[in-house]
């Protein structure tokens, strides 16, 4: 997995730039030349190393929220609407708070790993699904060695294999790490689209009107029909293929770092609107987020999330002063303006 776009390059501010490199270093795939890197941007500045300390203290701090009592209330679904000043940051410092917000423990885990071989989903046809429920992580063997796994809702089809691997992938998103064989390419359906490739990594993700691929090693061919007529395009490591709905398709460079996070059941973001952040969120849990303001759907969020912790994250965001909690049930969390 490669990095494709250094942190200094995009940002400025040492807070924002020390809170980016933070949610960065949090990944298990870190590579050597990222750590260089962070290096040479701590020690370009002398700011920098000013914003990185004050990062660190600001995560020292959230681990304070498990023993917080507003968290406490969360869990218990008392869900006050009051906080103590004294947990509220000035609005100078949000936007670095907000990069290092990370959810800590006592939250429902809202995924796992269900095993390196997950059961097929009972189904009148003759081909294997295998499929997840909400909030699930679910890792798979094919028999010719490649690996699926598979995220949150989702549901991949083996279909029977002769001259090509092919599978079909019914819902939701699923990371493909694919054996090498010349002679029989792996191939991805996804409605009336194929994915191609003959060893690579890459990932598929099917949202309502929009099919988006990250592929992150080797190469892959995706051929199908587009607002311009029939095409084929070839995608290379690091790279999104984008293709929606009334619109052509499109390929830009991504972080792959950061889009494969959710493999290690993390949400990795990095100036994303709140409003993106909490449709994400979403996709893990059964008990929703809604932002009802769209001044506070607005704000930059940077940082890494877990996975299926509503409650934990709700804490945060409110401890940061982010947004403040405006009716909460069973089924839902609705955010508002924080109070002042």
């Known amino acids: 997995m490669t990095s494709t776009t250094p942190v200094n390059d995009r940002h400025d501010d040492p807070d924002v730039a020390a809170a980016t490199w933070f949610a960065r270093l949090q990944g298990d795939a870190v ?60 609005r100078r410092g949000l936007l670095a708070a907000a990069g290092v917000v990370a959810m800590v423990g006592g939250a429902a885990v809202g995924w796992r790993v269900l095993g390196k071989k997950a059961a097929p989903a009972a189904d009148s046809s003759a081909d294997p699904i295998f499929t997840t429920a909400l909030g699930e992580l679910s890792t798979f063997h094919l028999a010719d060695g490649s690996m699926v796994t598979l995220g949150t809702d989702s549901a991949v089809r083996v279909n029977p294999w002769d001259r090509e691997r092919r599978l079909t992938l019914v819902r939701g998103q699923a990371f493909f790490k694919v054996a090498k064989d010349a002679a029989r390419p792996f191939v991805v359906a996804v409605g009336d689209k194929l994915v191609t490739a003959v060893g690579t990594a890459f990932d598929v993700r099917l949202d309502p009107g929009k099919l988006s691929v990250t592929l992150l090693e080797g190469r892959v061919r995706i051929a199908g029909p587009s607002p311009r007529g029939d095409r084929m395009v070839e995608m290379s490591a690091g790279s999104r293929f984008v293709a929606a709905d009334a619109a052509d398709w499109t390929i830009a460079a991504v972080d792959t770092v950061k889009e ?69 049930d069973g089924d839902e969390i609705v955010l508002v303006r924080p109070r002042a």
């Open 31 to 90: 590579l050597a030349e990222d750590r260089r890197a962070f290096e040479r941007w701590l020690a370009a500045d002398p700011r920098n190393t000013v914003a990185w300390a004050r990062c660190q203290d600001v995560w020292n701090g959230l681990g304070l929220l498990e023993a917080d009592p507003a968290l406490a209330a969360l869990r218990a679904d008392a869900l006050e609407a009051g906080e103590p000043s004294s947990r509220r940051l000035n």
């Open 260 to 328: 494969s996070s959710w493999l290690q059941g993390r949400l990795v973001f990095d100036g994303e609107p709140l409003s993106a952040v909490v449709d994400e969120m979403n996709r893990f849990s059964a008990r929703k987020l809604r932002v009802a303001d769209p001044v506070v759907a607005a704000t930059p969020v940077s940082g890494v999330f877990k996975t299926g912790q509503v409650d934990a994250f709700v804490a945060a965001i409110r401890s940061y002063g982010l947004a403040d909690i405006g009716r909460a």
